[in-house]
């Protein structure tokens, strides 16, 4: 599966963004779709993950209450609505398809097929 994702940019503290990845290939609704987060000098890190399903998702802590991620299989499509950002959440943000077990959804080494990469800049 290749994974294209976009919807990055500058924004200022407090506002939202969408991201979105899109995915090629027709097992798209098999596969754990994540979104994880790398900041300049720091380890790549969970942000979201959610089930083929769409019926469990999972966040890392920091992003709980401020971050959604969601998926339309028919559109082969999976996004993550970041709202409330702050200067910390500043990152390149890679999206992620594979089939982990339920305790590694939130773990970047259990993912197989990775994204290119959508730049977050949130200014203070």
């Known amino acids: 599966v290749q994974l294209q994702a976009s919807g990055g940019g500058l924004v200022q503290a407090g506002g939202s963004l969408r991201l979105s990845c899109a995915a090629s290939?027709?097992?798209?609704?098999?596969?754990?779709m994540g979104w994880f987060r790398q900041a300049p000098g720091k380890e790549r890190e969970s942000v979201a993950a959610?089930?083929?399903?769409?019926?469990?998702?999972y966040y890392t802590d920091s992003v709980k209450d401020r971050f959604t991620i969601s998926r339309d299989n028919a559109k082969n499509t999976v996004y993550l609505q970041m709202n409330g950002l702050k200067p910390e959440d500043t990152a390149v943000y890679y999206c992620?398809?594979?089939?982990?077990?339920?305790?590694?959804?939130?773990?970047?080494?259990?993912?197989?097929?990775w994204g290119q990469g959508t730049e977050v800049t949130v200014s203070s």
């Open positions: 959610i089930r083929w399903s769409g019926d469990r998702k």
């Open positions: 992620a398809a594979g089939f982990p077990a339920t305790p590694q959804f939130m773990d970047p080494k259990a993912y197989s097929y």
């Open positions: 290939g027709r097992t798209f609704n098999s596969y754990v």
